[in-house]
Antibody
Framework: EVQLVESGGGLVQPGGSLKLSCAASGFSISDSAMHWVRQASGKGLEWVGRVRSKVNSYATAYGASVKGRFTISRDDSKNTAYLQMNSLKTEDTAIYYC???????????WGQGTMVTVSS | SYELTQPPSVSVSPGQTASITCSGDKLGGKYISWFQQKPGQSPVVLIYQDTKRPSGIPERFSGSNSGNAANSGNTAILTISGTQAMDEADYYCQAWDSSTAIFGGGTKLTVL
């Protein structure tokens, strides 16, 4: 079965750090860009960022609200993408989804999401 | 920064046609995707590259964009023909702007 499974979410204090993982099964992520998208409770989808494939030099890009605080990486040998979140703020509280960007430029596979709560 | 605008809510009667709009500057020059999200679930792609439907998506879902369809202006439209109760959900449009993914604010579809 083709799927993405996120893990690593939880409760963290403001200013803290957390690292999320996105494990793929049923397919290889090596040829795809992997993205993170978040959704605060009752709100819409917000793009967090992405990491491109090896042939695209593992290039990363980030949304304005997380740039400089979050880092996206990947380990193709483990078929896993990661989201390192530092200097967390209460407004980072959300469900975090990872998703694959298919070759024709759309999100075809989504994980079930992992909840991150930033609170003291 | 680039923005996509959707109506917050749309209502439709069962069996009728629902249209959800997505507006943005020069939107006709961008590819649009549409996602459906039901409560407690992850988004599912319904339409990509303006009009294409992934395998498994019912034919009642269709898309158009002002760059290649009859409607004019900077608007993309998701059309649901013969709307069913199971189509009640949130719908999001998405486009790419300078390699950044932009999502519309979402539209809650109510099937009355």
């Amino acid at each position: 079965e083709v799927q993405l499974v996120e893990s690593g979410g939880g409760l963290v204090q403001p200013g803290g750090s957390l690292k999320l993982s996105c494990a793929a099964s049923g397919f290889s992520i090596s040829d795809s860009a992997m993205h993170w998208v978040r959704q605060a409770s009752g709100k819409g989808l917000e793009w967090v960022g992405r990491v491109r494939s090896k042939v695209n030099s593992y290039a990363t890009a980030y949304g304005a609200s997380v740039k400089g605080r979050f880092t996206i990486s990947r380990d193709d040998s483990k078929n896993t993408a990661y989201l390192q979140m530092n200097s967390l703020k209460t407004e980072d509280t959300a469900i975090y989804y990872c998703t694959r960007e298919y070759s024709t430029g759309f999100y075809d596979i989504w994980g079930q999401g992992t909840m991150v709560t930033v609170s003291s | 920064s680039y923005e996509l605008t959707q109506p917050p809510s749309v209502s439709v009667s069962p069996g009728q046609t629902a249209s959800i709009t997505c507006s943005g500057d020069k939107l006709g020059g961008k590819y649009i995707s549409w996602f459906q999200q039901k409560p407690g679930q992850s988004p599912v792609v319904l339409i990509y590259q303006d009009t294409k439907r992934p395998s498994g998506i019912p034919e009642r879902f269709s898309g158009s964009n002002s760059g290649n369809a009859a409607n004019s202006g900077n608007t993309a439209i998701l059309t649901i023909s013969g709307t069913q109760a199971m189509d009640e959900a949130d719908y999001y449009c998405q486009a790419w702007d300078s390699s950044t993914a932009i999502f519309g604010g979402g539209t809650k579809l109510t099937v009355l």
